[in-house]
């Protein structure tokens, strides 16, 4: 049993966010995001990765971020939920921090209503706020997507 959390870090904008590194398969440069009709707005399209067709998500409206053009020096960083592998949109990839269990605040206790945040961090030089993907899209938005996806494209099921 360890003491620490393996998580992978990320940017957007100037925050710092964190995925568990057991649910990242890895980061790659961005790529052609094709439009993936009847999608949830939170869903940007898809990518073809090794033959299997991934939704992307878009992180910044998510979190209510500045909408952005998406460039070349973006990065996706593909992992997986319960339902299915996504490629989520950020603006780099920073590497993978030991977080202790201890160290973590819950999210009520900073910001009542983080409900896709499962803790927050305070490293160094940032807080890191830790994300669950599994509750990051809705129950409706997940149908909705598993429908795009069974009927747009060959998926991911």
Wanted: with cysteine.
């Amino acid at each position: 049993m360890t003491d620490t959390e393996q998580m992978v870090v990320f940017t957007l904008d100037e925050c710092r966010y964190g995925l568990p590194l057991a649910t990242v398969a890895r980061a790659v440069r961005m790529v052609e995001i094709t439009p993936l009709p009847k999608a949830p707005d939170i869903v940007l399209g898809a990518v073809n990765m090794q033959g299997r067709i991934i939704p992307v998500l878009n992180m910044r409206r998510r979190f209510r971020l500045p909408e952005r053009r998406i460039g070349v020096r973006d990065q996706l960083l593909v992992a997986r939920t319960s339902q299915r592998t996504v490629a989520l949109v950020v603006d780099a990839v920073d590497g993978v921090v030991a977080c202790s269990p201890r160290e973590e605040i819950a999210p009520a206790a900073i910001v009542p209503g983080l409900e896709y945040v499962t803790g927050v961090v305070k490293l160094p030089d940032c807080m890191l706020f830790i994300h669950d993907l599994d509750r990051f899209l809705s129950l409706d938005e997940e149908e909705t997507l598993a429908a795009a996806i069974g009927k747009g494209v060959p998926g991911d099921r």
